[in-house]
């Protein structure tokens, strides 16, 4: 992540008073209809929150990284919203606290509390990108649009470039963005003809954002 808020060690803190929880690649953490074990922290690796089309489809919604917190919905709404899983992309370890501790540590800690509605944001940012992005016609700006959005979330600067470590394979972006994962790779074969990105297993490299940002904005 590109930059975090100063409040996020002492949620961390927070967090290692719950349990560890290791998933393995493919591991299911939270199945539909299924109550939660209380509010999820992710400290290493990515979970994919996605749903089930009518013709078996997997549609991915979002992506969870370090730092970030799940299901929020749940924790203050009591609510879990239907036909949806949580699954872990990779190998993930996973802080989980009981949310009646999760709500006092709010009611007692402004730290906490800043750091929450920090994660409320962002997270209600990644579905308005999410929105602009199905609305695109053009399968190059969904699949750039994407990328930068990766870059924004997930992504560390180095040398003027945005470098994106993570499972982000193809099928992984055309779950997400409704396209083929034909359709995705053709997109980023020309991308990297045209030098906007590099790419190779578990890593793709903006290579100037700037200039990336004139072409492809989110």
Request: hydrophobic share 35%; aromatic share 12%; glycine share 6%.
């Amino acid at each position: 992540m590109i930059s975090a808020p100063s409040s996020r060690p002492t949620l961390y803190k927070s967090f290692k008073e719950g349990q560890r929880q290791f998933f393995s690649k493919g591991e299911t953490i939270i199945r539909e209809f299924e109550e939660p074990r209380g509010v999820y922290l992710v400290d290493k690796g990515f979970v994919k929150v996605y749903g089930i089309s009518s013709e078996g489809e997997e549609n991915i919604h979002t992506i969870y990284g370090h730092g970030d917190l799940f299901p929020l919905i749940w924790a203050f709404r009591n609510r879990t919203i239907n036909n949806v899983y949580y699954k872990a992309l990779n190998d993930c370890t996973i802080w989980v606290m009981p949310k009646s501790k999760f709500i006092q540590h709010l009611k007692v800690n402004i730290d906490i509390s800043k750091a929450v509605i920090n994660q409320i944001t962002e997270q209600y940012y990644s579905y308005i990108i999410r929105i602009e992005n199905l609305e695109r016609k053009k399968a190059n700006e969904r699949v750039a649009l994407f990328i930068r959005y990766l870059g924004e979330r997930f992504g560390s600067k180095f040398n003027k470039q945005i470098i994106i470590n993570g499972p982000f394979t193809h099928q992984v972006i055309s779950d997400s963005i409704n396209l083929t994962r034909e359709s995705v790779s053709k997109e980023f074969e020309l991308l990297k003809k045209d030098g906007f990105i590099k790419a190779s297993q578990g890593e793709i490299t903006i290579i100037n954002p700037e200039k990336f940002d004139q072409i492809y904005s989110i």
